[in-house]
């Protein structure tokens, strides 16, 4: 696609220089949404960063919480987190640890829930229903009904003020490409906080990508910059024998 100089010019830009500048605003006790799924797709530099900042007493909403020297594993040795809004504690020992000991406070959420609670606030839809948990802890204290013959229980959408994802490429009007599995919790939590921060491998202008190719649209997007060094590991490789 391309665009005349007029349109260039006239179009909004969410690109900021640094790390440091998508994150301004972040405080201590803000509740953050953070992508990925195990260790692919995950913000790094903007995790890097949080933990620079020692920014703490958060409540962070994310499919895992990393292993436990990497990825949200790094803000948890720190004692950053205070709350874990995930549905796997992973390979992540010291999450087990500080869950079992009482002094990180865990909500456990079915992998399907936490997905639609993010796409829920992304839509502004407040609450839905789904049979998901019905009948068992997930359930406890929440609102039921009864739809075709069978029980649901209600659901209400997060309320996050940072939403912090993590892409493959985008443009700086803020268009984000993901990549394989990265294209997980990353999409359904663009738009879902108050302002949503795109970390990006590759950012490139306006124009360049192919429409037909983009995933999430910009106006989803406050905030975008291209991290550097990343370092993607792999939770746990597996080979074949020879």
């Known amino acids: 696609m391309r665009l005349s100089a007029f349109?260039?010019?006239n179009m909004i830009n969410k690109k900021v220089n640094s790390v440091q500048e998508a994150l301004h605003g972040i405080e201590n006790g803000m509740t953050l949404m953070l992508g990925g799924f195990?260790?692919?797709g995950i913000p790094e530099n903007a995790i890097a960063e949080l933990v620079k900042k020692g920014t703490n007493?958060?409540?962070c909403i994310s499919n895992n919480a990393g292993v436990d020297d990497f990825g949200l594993g790094l803000l948890l040795q720190k004692k950053q987190i205070k709350k874990m809004i995930s549905s796997y504690v992973?390979?992540?020992a010291e999450f087990e640890?500080?869950?079992l000991s009482g002094e990180l406070d865990v909500e456990l959420i079915p992998q399907g829930t936490l997905a639609e609670r993010c796409r829920a606030a992304q839509a502004g839809i407040p609450a839905f229903y789904t049979p998901a948990g019905y009948g068992t802890e997930v359930a406890e204290g929440k609102e039921s009904r009864e739809f075709n013959g069978k029980m649901h229980i209600m659901e209400h959408a997060f309320k996050a003020d940072f939403?912090?994802?993590?892409a493959w490429k985008g443009?700086?009007?803020g268009n984000l490409v993901f990549k394989g599995t990265a294209r997980n919790f990353n999409p359904c939590m663009c738009g879902a906080g108050k302002i949503t921060v795109a970390e990006v491998e590759e950012l490139v202008?306006?124009?360049t990508l192919d429409p037909n190719q983009v995933h999430i649209p910009g106006i989803l997007i406050q905030r975008i910059f291209q991290g550097e060094k990343f370092e993607k590991r792999i939770e746990q490789r597996t080979i074949r024998q020879r």
Do not use: H
């Open 7 to 9: 349109a260039r010019n």
């Open 38 to 40: 195990g260790l692919c």
């Open 57 to 59: 007493n958060l409540t």
């Open 90 to 92: 992973g390979e992540n």
């Open 97 to 99: 640890r500080q869950m």
């Open 163 to 166: 939403a912090i994802v993590k």
């Open 171 to 173: 443009d700086e009007a």
């Open 205 to 207: 202008p306006v124009g």
